[in-house]
């Protein structure tokens, strides 16, 4: 069976894969790493307090939770996804925390915005596009849905660079790239982003590089491991027994406090003319 990205085809999933991807949105977010990357770009945005802003596939909406939480942005957002089920849980999530009148989710397609031209003030991708079906019209329509002087930000990772240590650095280099095809239907595109924004419009304001580095002990790729190693065994990209072998591996070095992942995630910030 070919891989077939878990989030580009959400809408095939059974339940309970639905779940595990609910719980790996929910603990990445709260993954201190990871969330710094978020504050960076949002501190650079500067939202005015009654700014409106789009997430394109916010998932569980943790992106936009925290947002409404914190800092002095009290203005509208909005977040679609792709699937209704993910969407349930981001309307349950934000009623919880207290927030659900501040931000309202829609099931949509990041392709085709149900949203007139101009309608937000900043539109953000946050891990969408290396999932997304056709990037370049993602792209166009968070271009089409902003209003022109807005900022659009695509922050993402680049899935070729995503490394787990392992002794057979063979196998390693093999696993990592069924790791990256198995779960993404892109895993390159942020390379190919200072061509593809230019091509709507949109003028490059500031654009940087983080590496996510886990040393010694694993939070944020162990979760990403133990979510995403079931795709590359359904999608028998590698041989069972081999995979199996390297996530004891990872499970070992963690405990053992041998442990070493790592992956580059890339921050876009532009704006339209
Ligand atoms: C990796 S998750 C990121 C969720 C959220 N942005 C976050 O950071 O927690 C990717 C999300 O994009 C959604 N997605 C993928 N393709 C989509 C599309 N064409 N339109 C809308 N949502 C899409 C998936 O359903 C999934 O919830």
């Given at each position: ?55 394109v ?34 309307w ?81 280099s ?12 892109n ?12 091509d ?32 590359v ?11 199996e072998?390297?996530?004891?591996d990872?499970?070992?070095a ?16 532009v704006?339209?003319?």
């Amino acid at each position: 069976m070919a891989a077939r990205d878990p989030h580009r085809y959400i809408n095939e999933l059974d339940e309970a894969a639905l779940q595990r991807l609910v719980v790996r949105l929910e603990s990445r977010a709260m993954d201190a790493v990871f969330a710094a990357l978020l504050d960076k770009y949002v501190a650079r945005l500067k939202l005015r307090s009654s700014a409106r802003l789009l997430e394109v596939g916010c998932g569980t909406g943790a992106n936009l939770r925290k947002l409404a939480r914190c800092g002095d942005f009290k203005g509208e957002s909005v977040g679609v996804d792709q699937c209704q089920t993910i969407i349930d849980a981001a309307w349950s999530f934000a009623q919880t925390e207290g927030v659900g009148d501040r931000i309202m989710f829609q099931v949509g397609d990041a392709h085709h915005l149900d949203f007139p031209s101009g309608t937000f003030d900043a539109v953000i991708a946050h891990t969408l596009i290396s999932h997304a079906a056709d990037p370049a019209l993602v792209i166009k329509e968070m271009a089409r849905v902003v209003r022109p002087g807005g900022m659009v930000v695509v922050f993402d990772g680049d899935y070729s660079s995503l490394t787990f240590g392992y002794p057979d650095h063979d196998f390693g280099s093999r696993m990592d790239a069924a790791l990256a095809n198995a779960t993404f239907n892109n895993p390159r595109i942020m390379r190919d982003l200072p061509r593809l924004l230019s091509d709507y419009g949109l003028e490059l304001v500031a654009a940087w590089g983080d590496a996510l580095t886990e040393i010694g002990n694993g939070s944020y790729f162990k979760s990403f491991a133990e979510t995403y190693v079931p795709y590359v065994i359904k999608a028998s990209l590698l041989p069972q027994s081999e995979v199996e072998n390297w996530m004891n591996d990872q499970q070992k070095a963690m405990e053992d406090g041998k442990f070493f992942a790592c992956c580059n995630y890339y921050t876009y910030m532009v704006r339209r003319q």
